[in-house]
């Protein structure tokens, strides 16, 4: 590789690997003069530039972009990234559903005064959209986290790039205050910043035990799950759901493109005989945001038949729990190692111990001596059997 900026590129175990943290890169002239394997970390859409830097990276080198392997650490991808060589190998949720598993969260699905929930740091498009359509339907009766300093400052004009629709337009123009309270939720340390706050090393999973679990999830019946992914047709599954799910409640992504769909390959029920998700793949990021709540509002409007539902569907909450604690994603890591390439398993194999504070180093020593550690465990599209 010529003219590698390895803030932005980094070469991994003898350069077999490259990896680039998606939202801070920017293509920068580098050049690939060889076919490369690299790793994706986190989502990676300019959404001021409105592009996808890394392919420009892929387009600029002089050889044929093709032949290069794309590795990201999510679920899905259906963008302009799509026709490359991708691996989907969702290491990042393996991650995070072990500290859940670590942090021995006991549930408690008996107490739901609340028709849904939402969680609100930082002050993405969407987000604030989120907060503009609980005004225009006028949702009530919900329980939140919103860490901000003030939300004088409401406004949201970038998004009207995404829409020439005079109805949502209207609704982004003429909303520019909210009624939604201002939360404070958190151990000491952290900083609130005027819009997010900053958690510092508190793991996810304490959060949610300690501050979010009571507060937040476990009194609702919906999570408004609002991911960092937006624009890009990418399923980026991450915390937020995981949350959603142990808090006993229906999922719902607010902007999401295709979550369910990627939660479903994995076994999750995402109660598609009770939440409509046909928004999910609406090809306008905005229309999937407002139909996802519109197409949902019999339910966000009524807590006593949300509560009902809520009440009888235990079971399948526990499924879903079940399938987190015995980290369905790790499962589906190892499956995507099964079916790779020599030279791409190569790569996956010093992904894994690497990360996360080595956690899965046990699990990668287990696989390099005797093959898959979960292989007598059957797993296809719909995650275990």
């Known amino acids: 590789m010529h003219n590698l900026q390895r803030e932005k590129l980094i070469k991994l175990e003898n350069d077999s690997l490259i990896e680039i943290h998606g939202p801070t890169y920017k293509y920068a002239g580098e050049i690939l003069d060889k076919p490369e394997i690299i790793f994706i970390n986190d989502h990676h859409y300019d959404e001021f530039d409105h592009c996808f830097h890394v392919k420009k990276l892929l387009e600029n080198g002089t050889v044929d972009p093709h032949l290069h ?8 991808h259906e963008d ?8 989907h190998f969702p290491i990042f949720l393996a991650s995070e559903s072990q500290e859940f598993v670590n ?6 699905w008996n107490q739901k005064t609340k028709t849904f929930n939402f969680m609100i740091n930082k002050p993405r498009l969407h987000r604030i959209f989120l907060l503009q359509l609980i005004e225009y339907f006028q949702l009530t009766n919900y329980s939140h986290s919103l860490p901000w300093k003030t939300t004088d400052a409401f406004i949201n004009p970038r998004i009207k790039n995404f829409t020439d629709n005079p109805h949502f337009l209207k609704i982004i123009n003429s909303i520019n205050k909210t009624t939604v309270p201002i939360t404070d939720y958190k151990f000491g340390p952290e900083v609130t910043m005027d819009q997010g706050i900053r958690n510092g090393n508190f793991l996810n999973a304490e959060t949610y035990k300690h501050l979010l679990k009571t507060t937040v999830f476990e009194p609702s019946c919906i999570s408004l799950i609002s991911e960092p992914i937006f624009f890009e047709r990418e399923a980026l599954v991450s915390e937020k759901t995981i949350m959603a799910l142990y808090g006993g409640t229906f999922p719902i992504w607010f902007g999401g493109w295709k ?12 109660f598609d005989d009770i939440i409509d998700h046909s928004y999910e793949d609406l090809s306008n990021p905005i229309e999937r945001c407002y139909y996802s709540i ?8 009524d807590y006593n038949k949300t509560k009902k539902l809520a009440d ?7 499924h879903n729990l079940n399938l987190l604690r015995s980290n369905v994603c790790l499962t589906e890591c190892f499956a995507q190692l099964d079916k790779c390439k020599p030279e ?7 992904i894994m111990p690497q990360f996360r504070h080595r956690m899965f180093e046990k699990e990668f020593k287990d696989y390099s001596i005797l093959g898959n550690p979960l292989q007598g465990i059957n797993h296809n599209k719909k995650g275990l059997l």
């Not at 392997?69 to 899905?76: A, C, G, S, V």
């Not at 942090?103 to 408690?108: G, K, M, P, R």
């Not at 369910?260 to 995402?270: I, N, P």
């Not at 009888?312 to 526990?318: A, G, L, S, Y």
Request: proline content about 0%.
């Open 103 to 108: 942090a021995d969260i006991q549930t408690n």
């Open 344 to 350: 791409v398993q190569g790569a996956l194999l010093k």
């Open 294 to 301: 519109e197409r949902n509002l019999h339910l966000l409007t």
């Open 80 to 87: 302009e990234l799509k026709d490359y060589n991708c691996v």
């Open 259 to 270: 979550c369910a769909d990627s939660m479903r390959y994995l076994g999750f029920d995402v």
């Open 312 to 318: 009888q569907n235990h079971t399948r909450f526990q």
């Open 69 to 76: 392997t794309l590795i990201f650490d999510h679920i899905n």
